[in-house]
């Protein structure tokens, strides 16, 4: 099982954070790696269950499931179901947390998947730091830094 961890400190509060990324179908609003997304089946995008069908701006497309989402501990948990990158029995984990010393926001991305043992170390650094690392350095970008 690999294990891919990155976090960051964004320079706003965390419920500000949370509204821009708790839709599960906005990633195009604010990840730089995403074109275009629709949840299928017309079903609300905070619904768990509900399947986000997105479209890479590289060309690739990926299926992924909402397993939960918390308002409470600004946490969203979800699962590849199909992508070109060759993982299987992917989880990740997207969590925020206050940080009460400025009114920033602690932001950690996690996931877990297995894939072929060659695979491995290029898959952590596309994942840890194109999609996570990348998908933090937007947001800091729309909120600014300190």
């Not at 017309?42 to 060309?59: A, E, M, Q, T, Y």
């Not at 992924?64 to 989880?91: H, K, N, Q, W």
Request: aromatic share 10%.
């Amino acid at each position: 099982m690999v294990k891919v961890y990155t976090s960051s400190v964004i320079d706003a509060p965390a419920d500000r954070v949370w509204a821009m990324v708790r839709d599960f179908n906005a990633m195009p609003n604010w990840h730089p790696g995403i074109r275009d997304s629709r949840i299928e089946g017309n079903h609300p995008s905070d619904k768990v269950g509900c399947i986000r069908n997105f479209n890479l701006r590289d060309g690739g497309n990926i299926r992924e499931r909402l397993l939960a989402l918390s308002d409470y501990d600004f946490t969203c948990t979800y699962a590849i179901l199909e992508s070109p990158m060759g993982v299987r029995d992917y989880i990740a984990t997207l969590k925020l947390t206050p940080i009460t010393d400025g009114n920033r926001t602690f932001a950690e991305w996690t996931a877990e998947f297995d894939c072929d043992p060659a695979r491995v170390a290029p898959l952590a650094q596309q994942i840890g730091q194109g999609v996570f690392q990348g998908g933090f350095d937007a947001l800091k970008r729309s909120f600014g830094r300190r």
